[in-house]
């Protein structure tokens, strides 16, 4: 498990996710004040067109329903009339909805093995930035002290394993390769072997993403992650999708796919930063029911953060949680 960071890190990660969701909270809060200033009363249509909005966000439909629905309980209990007032009771809702009462389960950290080798597989369709997720997972782990070494398990697509191999030099860690067209948990297999042998505290593996064939797909998965237990008693010790926030709901789709072949234990979601959809974080942390462990903000190497909810939900609505705060303090 990872350490908690401190408040100065706290600040720092808040900023990040501020900066990264820059694309999003813009997309926004535009809607929201030019929704505000159309309407003189908080009407139905009021309630319809801000469910538009929250849902362009992709917040996700079922998330977006039970947020309007207390959005419009609560401004009936304060006999709310002024739309601008209703912008206050969106910020405390949201707080309220997705920070919730337990503080530790907003961090999810990697798990890790307290006994020998942790082994990470990263699944997910080609395309999504799997493989510079990996690389820039391999420079924080490297980073903080750990022996590091990666297993080149995509061996169809084109490119993929000379890709690795670049990342590896990039970040100065070791990779297992076989040449293109071989078979995947034969390369795991040999990564693992590589990695006890170099007594490497962690072993990241990637594999192929091909959707052409999902069974040959999710059968190649499998045999990869038999390998992996057979050699690694209770490995792998996580199984991270990776996403491209880009796409929004199509990234649902894919997580219900992988999902359902393979034990996915957590969402890495890449390039939040060039999306104006990033409520797709809300709507797969509510519907799937699968943490988001680790999200993308940017191109830099170091651009790759653990998902903390409390930043993220100040990242999306910092504009309107700042104004509420401020009004708080004008009171």
């Not at 297999?189 to 072993?203: E, M, T």
């Not at 219900?256 to 234990?265: I, N, P």
Request: aromatic letters at 6%; a negative charge; hydrophobic letters at 40%.
């Amino acid at each position: 498990m990872q350490k908690e960071p401190d408040e100065e890190e706290k600040v720092s990660i808040a900023s990040k996710f501020k900066m990264g969701l820059a694309k999003t909270r813009d997309s926004f809060s535009s809607k929201i004040n030019d929704l505000v200033a159309r309407y003189r009363t908080v009407d139905e249509d009021f309630f319809e067109e801000l469910e538009e909005v929250l849902i362009s966000a992709d917040v996700g439909v079922t998330t977006v329903m039970e947020m309007i629905e207390e959005l419009e309980m609560e401004v009936k209990r304060r006999n709310v009339q002024e739309p601008q007032k209703v912008k206050e009771i969106i910020s405390e809702k949201l707080v309220e909805i997705y920070y919730g009462d337990d503080e530790a389960a907003d961090i999810e950290g990697l798990n890790e093995n307290p006994d020998g080798l942790t082994i990470y597989l990263f699944v997910g369709v080609n395309g999504v930035g799997k493989t510079t997720t990996i690389g820039k997972l391999a420079h924080r782990l490297k980073s903080e002290g750990k022996n590091v070494t990666l297993a080149a398990g995509d061996t169809f697509r084109a490119g993929a394993i000379e890709q690795l191999e670049e990342w590896g030099k990039r970040v100065d860690v070791n990779v297992t390769k076989h040449n293109e067209g071989s078979d995947p948990a034969a390369v795991i297999y040999d990564g693992i072997q590589s990695a006890k042998s170099k007594n490497a505290d962690v072993l990241i593996c990637d594999t192929a993403g091909r959707l052409q064939n999902k069974v040959n797909l999710m059968n190649e998965l499998s045999k990869v992650k038999r390998v992996i237990e057979r050699e690694v008693p209770g490995a792998p010790h996580e199984v991270l999708l990776v996403l491209d926030a880009t796409t929004g709901q199509n990234a649902m789709s894919q997580a219900k796919t992988f999902s359902e072949a393979t034990d996915v234990s957590g969402i890495v979601l890449s390039k939040l930063d060039g999306t104006a959809k990033g409520g797709i974080v809300l709507a797969i942390r509510n519907e799937l029911d699968i943490p988001v462990k680790l999200v993308g903000l940017g191109e830099k190497v170091t651009d790759l953060e653990t998902f903390d909810a409390h930043a993220f939900v100040y990242g999306l609505f910092a504009d309107m949680i700042e104004e509420y705060e401020d009004e708080e303090e004008t009171l």
